[in-house]
């Protein structure tokens, strides 16, 4: 809190305002807040550097302008001194900066070693999180639970993620919690991060991974350690019976219209899809379509009714027999009663 | 056209021996890549050794680096120290080295 | 081949006395030591990596290697001694030198050539498996009669694996290097039937030390190949 | 032996188009390098206007998605490529030779083959845009986006051959330049005299040489990749994709000092001219110029922080980046010293050089910000990464061309540009640099993520985005400005005479325009800024090449290379060759064969058509 409040003392407002001022802190993806350790040591780095750059500039460019101006050329000012250089000087402004720039490596190297692996004795789980054009999914290895998009952590516990992509190169940040790590088809990378307080914290993908790279978003949602735990037993239940008269029809829709190709659901033995996320528990998620809608009824219904308009070039609209095939095209009703049993997988 | 510095150049007969050399050398590596498996660590070594040797001994005299400009040597060996350099990086980078 | 390119008056007085066309051989092959630097270290970074077969040990041949090998060192003996003779101006031993040359030269890209075929129609023998594990439509009839092996393509083309990507990507583009240098020696062959050889001649043989420099080049990369793709990774594998 | 080859008859001393397009002299490069890197420059503009237009909103549908991605990656292509190395490459041909006292490059035919290559080059990269598909995955390109089976449109393979065959024009033009600077100095032009814009152009032109051909193989690994179906970047086939980006970034990190350094080597030629005084400490700043090229070769990786190299790797290159700080701080230094205790005359080209110290300045911290592996894991593919690369590319290079070019138009066309409309230029220049790229850092730290065609509202990225906008269009208007200044300066502009800024190296010694041979004697250099010395020095007899001599001498009795068509010819094979790689490979042979028709012609070809006098 200290350094948020340096950041709106008057005193510097208008350094603050020509470097960092400009920023809300309370912006949902601002890193000027962390609530994170490994955020937090990112941002005591990037304070550090900025106070160091700001002094910096002040006075090279003070320099620069006082010379400009004190040494403009007047009327009829003859040709002034030839001055070459002069050694010492020379040496000095060689010698201060890389003295400055080894006292910045040393708190560099260290941080750079905490932030890729939690401290040894911390309590720590492990989720491996896959990135596909342009989705999440997201597995609990301990627990077995598989959801997407939405990453449930109890709070105050490191979480250790391990991170391989299903297509191209994505990378994964949540800026509030910590730096990103790119998510590369082929290998296992592997990141930390914490979350101090509960709460919602926004994520997204931020490497360029195709059309809909914008729309690539997740979402992790810290609770009490409790709260976790009741979370963990209800995604591990199979998905609930469809109770009305347009869930059923939904359900059976889901079916025949192909959905199971690509979307699993859990106690629904026909829907064993991997394609596309795992739809057994999607009405508790808050969100849908990778975090960018939220998870109402009306976004549902417009969702399946087109993907596209959400999504540029996704797969499901280029794949999906329901959009591709005129015998699986889907009407009002289906939308209807397919977005009453999606809303019902609770 | 001749230019002051025209560096002396060795007789064919200098470049009769090098080719040998660089014969017989073959004929080693050739003969050492069938020696019993035992021998595959120094292996290794040797043909690097020997490699290295070859290229050196084609580049000093059919090259004439030997008795040319140095700053030909300047030139080459500057783009081969920052190839080689960057082949090391990159293996080490991908752990792959040897 | 080719005619100065700098102003005449300047021809005879660079700063450093140096030719420029040399210096800017020079230069080049500086340039292409990166290339074929970052074409071994791709070779290199990828050995071992392949998933499937066939892996070096498979396919490549030392014996026929060395032997390619050996001709392509010959060759560069032969390009000292057509520069030796065109700088003492005997154009006669020249054009005999130079033609040695180019006929190494095409040998050892008919070599390569042979070897490319041999690797992509390689066949390798096998061991049956139990007849239990065989899949339904066993392509090899030879197991069927109780025999212990069979033999089976087991071939390598670039788009067979990593290695085969690898491989003829980094040989192919030596020997594209070679196929250029052959047309330049020819060229130069040619040229010297033209006022008797006088054009080369007359800059003390600059025009055939500039692909002599060339052609040593392309032997050198050989060298490194040859060591490092042939012997150094035969034995590794 | 005028006739070529017994079918193309040689020009000689043409006049019109046909002396442009057979022009072997380096002073219509230059020009013609300039001319079409300007018109890429707009291009790129133009690009960055839409990009603009369309996040100036949240949600907005200016251009959809795919668009997007097409704009971004061109945007950066064409400025970088098309754009910022011409226009250096430009300066090269103008200054270089007038600079070193030489009345040529080395080769002169081989420097009209660079700029046709060049040209060809570029019209593939731009294809895309008539045929309704340009790269499309950033211009950094990483695979497997690239492969075939993620993008099966053509763009990636204009993208490929594009590049390749511009490497072909970069490594040829620099070789050219290194030649020229160590062979073809004026008497007494030791290497510790030269002028530091050279000395930028050589250590540029070791930086092109050696790291293009990292590139291409690159990109001939992509392009057997996707047209021969190979596997250097298919994961199934136990490919590593990184390996992709270490080949691009060993070539792209050295290639942002190819940028960067040529706009270095401007501003030590116009601060000394314009506060009349010597460059403060010449050997260090000569000596921090190499020392960047040279540490450029060892910090790649941090272009890849992100990638999951491990602590060590990241730690390792975290430390060589911040240290390369330290020379690119001595030249900052070392400028405000020259202008310490000078006489400075704030004319529009000094301007435009102060406005790069105090850019760069910005953009060089903010730099060393993204040097601490740690933090930059946050700063990596935001709009704070965007923001410092505009401050070095546009606040760095563009500065620095612009003041290159208010610095050297006199001498290239005799006329001044309009100081009035440039101090215009410049502060609307500096304002809506200013405006569109510094609130970037905010949109950076507030979690905007770059290349994403459209964002939602509730971010906080509104307000700035909209700022960066406006800030974007001032500076396409001042760019406006300038065009106008240039063409009406062009007809109109004052009379400029030989040595308008009281200038201190060789080229403003000699007539503006320059003749075709640049010095009617070859001047004799007795000291750094010899022309100078010469006006205000020390009373060393320096032949005097001004004045009477090119009255008098009409340059007969100096023989320049003859116009020659064959440049052009040879690399118009090559451009063939390359469409033929996208489209057909008959069509590749022809143009290989047109290629090689051309270079056995020219190797006939004399450099001097012998009767030409």
Known sequence: MMKRSLFKSPAIAILGLLLAGGCNPDNPQSILVASGPVAQRQLDLFNLLLWAVTIIFVLVCGWLVYTVIRYRRKPGQGIPEQVHGNTKLEITWTVIPALLLAAVAVPTVAAQFYITEPPAGSDQMRIEVTGHQWWWSVVYPDSGVVTANEIRVPVGKAVVVDLTAEDVIHSFWIPKLAGKIDVVPGKTTSMWFQADEPGEYLGQCAEFCGESHAWMKFRVIAQSPEEYEAWTQAQLADAPQPATEAETTGAQLFITKACIACHKIEGVPAAAGVIGPNLTHVASRTAIAAGVLDNTEENVRAWIKDPSEFKPGNIMNRDGLAYTNPQFALNEDDLNNLTAYILSLK | MEHGRHPAHPTPMTYLKVAAILAIVTFIEWAIFFAPESMDSIKLTVFSVLSVMKFALVVMFYMHLKFDERLFSMFFVGGLTLASGVIIALLVLFQALL | MEHTEAAPHAEHATTTGIDHRKMLIWAFLGSECMFFGSLIATYLVYYGQSISGPGPADVLDINTTTVSTFVLLMSSLMMVLSYSAISKGDVKRFRVWILCTAILGSTFLGFQFFEFTEFAHHHQEFECPPALDRPAQYPDTACMDGATHYEANYGLTPRTNLFGSTFFTLTGFHGAHVTVGVIWLLSLFGYSFRRRGEDLIRDGGLNVDLAALYWHFVDIVWIVIFTVVYLIGVTVA | MATIAGVFSRPTRPTGIWAWISTVDHKKIGALYGVTAFVFFLVGGLEALIMRLQLARAEHGIVSAEVFSQLFTMHALTMIFLAIMPL???????????????????????????????????????????????????????????????????????????????????????????????????????????????????VT??????????????????????????????????????????????????????????????????????????????????????????????????????????????????????????????????????????????????????????????????????????????????????????????????????????????KATGRLLSERVGKWHFWLTMLGMNLAFYPMHFLGLDGMVRRNYTYPEGMGWDFWNMVSTIGAFILGFATLIFVHNFFRSLRKGEISGDDPWDGRTLEWSIPSPPPEYNFAV?????????????????????????????????????????????????????????????????????????????TYAWSMEPATAPDEH
Request: hydrophobic share 55%.
């Open chain 4, 88 to 202: 250096s490459a430009a300066f090269f041909n103008l200054v270089v030779p007038l600079m070193i006292g030489a009345r040529d490059v080395a080769f002169p035919r081989l420097n009209a083959f660079s700029y046709w290559v060049f040209l060809l080059g570029a019209f593939i990269l731009q294809t895309g845009w008539i045929v309704g598909s340009s790269p499309n995955t950033g211009w950094f390109a990483y695979a497997p986006l690239t492969a075939e089976s993620f993008n099966p449109s053509k763009g990636m393979d204009f993208y490929v051959v594009g590049l390749g065959v511009l490497g072909v024009s970069s490594v040829a033009a620099a070789l050219n330049f290194i030649i020229t600077i160590i062979n073809m100095r004026a008497p007494g032009m030791t290497l510790m005299r030269l002028p530091v814009f050279i000395w930028m152009t050589l």
């Open chain 4, 205 to 410: 032109s070791f930086l092109l040489v050696t790291a293009m051909p990292v590139i291409t193989v690159g990109l001939i690994e992509l392009y057997m990749d996707r047209t021969f179906g190979m596997n250097f970047f298919n994961v199934d086939a136990g490919a590593d994709v990184i390996l992709w980006q270490h080949l691009f970034w060993v070539f792209g990190h050295p290639e942002v000092y190819i940028l960067i350094l040529p706009a270095m080597g401007i501003i030590s030629e116009v601060l000394p001219t314009f506060s009349r005084k010597p460059l403060y400490g010449y050997p260090v700043v000569v000596l921090s110029g190499i020392t960047i090229g040279f540490m450029g070769w060892a910090v790649w990786s941090h272009h890849m922080f992100t990638v999951g190299l491990g602590p060590i790797a990241n730690s390792v290159f975290a430390i060589t980046t911040m240290f390369i700080a330290v020379p690119t701080g001595i030249k900052i230094f070392n400028w405000i010293g020259t202008l310490w205790g000078g006489s400075v005359d704030l004319k529009t080209a000094p301007l435009f050089a102060i406005g790069f110290i105090f850019l760069f300045i910005v953009g060089g911290l903010s730099g060393v910000m993204h040097a601490i592996s740690p933090s930059d894991a946050q700063q990596q593919d935001t709009y704070f990464i965007v923001a410092h690369i505009h401050y070095v590319l546009f606040g760095g290079s563009i500065m620095a061309v612009f003041a290159g070019i208010y610095y050297w138009f006199p």
């Open chain 4, 522 to 598: 070859i001047p004799t250099v007795h000291g750094r800024d010899a022309f100078w010395e010469q006006k205000h020095g020390s009373g060393h007899g320096v032949h005097a090449p001004a004045g009477g001599a090119y009255d008098h001498d009409e340059g007969h009795g100096i023989h320049m290379p003859s116009p020659s068509i064959l440049p052009l010819i040879t690399s118009l094979g090559l451009g063939i060759a390359g469409y033929g790689l996208v489209y057909s490979f008959p069509v590749a042979i022809l143009g290989a064969a047109i290629t090689m028709f051309g």
